[in-house]
């Protein structure tokens, strides 16, 4: 039981498929998100506080993944009639950061057999036997597995690393190009690295117009256009 509790896909690997109940109706992954990245994630429980500032945050931010072909998808161990009381709480009463009068429109999968759940490793018994952690799995259109992040229960997400992570992968897809810590779009992206000695010397002898090197193996170019 263990073992099935705590197994997660790994990147590079599909992503389990399923069939949920949502708040948004009946999910089923990956058939109904063709063509799209989807950004999963888990949260411990409805009607607590660091979830309640997450949704609200992600939800401000949804139409920003949609202008990214990327789609949000949420889940916890509750119910839909408990997701819906609790999305309206925060709707009706809850301000926060300048949020007010927030509604999360994105689908919230009710996972009480916790099937969903095991699928994707996010149950932990070491942090809770009846909560799911805060893991995310951001999923390319071919419904592979690209990034997977976990945090601990006590501990809110970052939004904007996860958009900035999902922008990165975009573009190092789209352009065969690898991206610097810290990368903001529009700032200078790398070039993967030689596979000899002969591209070695070519590379560094060739620097100046188009790209410049460092050394060898770490030359960065004007991050591309996105087309």
Same mark, same amino acid.
């Given at each position: 039981?263990?073992?099935?509790?705590?197994?997660?896909?790994?990147?590079?690997?599909?992503?389990?498929?399923? !069939?949920?109940?949502?708040?948004?109706?009946?999910?089923?992954?990956?058939?109904?998100?063709?063509?799209?990245?989807?950004?999963?994630?888990?949260?411990?429980?409805?009607?607590?506080?660091?979830?309640?500032?997450?949704?609200?945050?992600?939800?401000?931010?949804?139409?920003?993944?949609?202008?990214?072909?990327? &789609?949000?998808?949420?889940?916890?161990?509750?119910? !839909?009639?408990?997701?819906?009381?609790?999305?309206?709480?925060?709707?009706?009463?809850?301000?926060?950061?300048?949020?007010? &009068?927030?509604?999360?429109?994105?689908?919230?999968?009710?996972?009480?057999?916790?099937?969903?759940?095991?699928?994707?490793?996010?149950?932990?018994?070491?942090?809770?036997? !009846?909560?799911?952690?805060?893991?995310?799995?951001?999923?390319?259109?071919?419904?592979?597995?690209?990034?997977?992040?976990?945090?601990?229960?006590?501990?809110?997400?970052?939004?904007?690393?996860?958009?900035?992570?999902?922008?990165?992968?975009?573009?190092?897809?789209?352009?065969?190009?690898?991206?610097?810590?810290?990368?903001?779009?529009? &700032?200078?992206?790398?070039?993967?690295?030689?596979?000899?000695?002969?591209?070695?010397?070519?590379?560094?002898?060739?620097?100046?117009?188009?790209?410049?090197?460092?050394?060898?193996?770490?030359?960065?170019?004007?991050?591309?256009?996105?087309?």
């Amino acid at each position: 039981m263990c073992d099935e509790v705590t197994k997660m896909p790994l990147i590079g690997e599909k992503a389990p498929s399923f !069939t949920a109940e949502t708040t948004q109706g009946t999910v089923k992954f990956p058939d109904d998100y063709e063509g799209k990245w989807v950004v999963f994630f888990s949260h411990p429980a409805d009607f607590t506080p660091v979830c309640t500032t997450e949704f609200m945050t992600f939800a401000t931010m949804a139409d920003e993944f949609k202008a990214l072909n990327a &789609e949000l998808l949420g889940l916890s161990i509750d119910s !839909t009639f408990s997701h819906i009381a609790w999305l309206r709480v925060i709707k009706e009463k809850i301000r926060y950061k300048g949020m007010k &009068e927030v509604e999360v429109t994105f689908p919230v999968i009710s996972d009480l057999t916790m099937e969903v759940a095991k699928k994707f490793g996010m149950l932990q018994p070491q942090a809770s036997t !009846t909560q799911a952690v805060r893991a995310v799995f951001i999923i390319d259109p071919e419904a592979t597995v690209r990034a997977v992040l976990y945090y601990p229960l006590s501990n809110g997400r970052n939004m904007a690393e996860i958009k900035r992570l999902l922008v990165a992968m975009q573009h190092s897809d789209e352009h065969g190009i690898a991206t610097p810590a810290n990368w903001e779009l529009g &700032e200078d992206v790398i070039i993967p690295p030689p596979g000899s000695c002969g591209a070695a010397a070519d590379r560094v002898e060739q620097a100046g117009k188009d790209y410049e090197c460092l050394d060898w193996f770490l030359c960065l170019k004007k991050c591309p256009h996105k087309s």
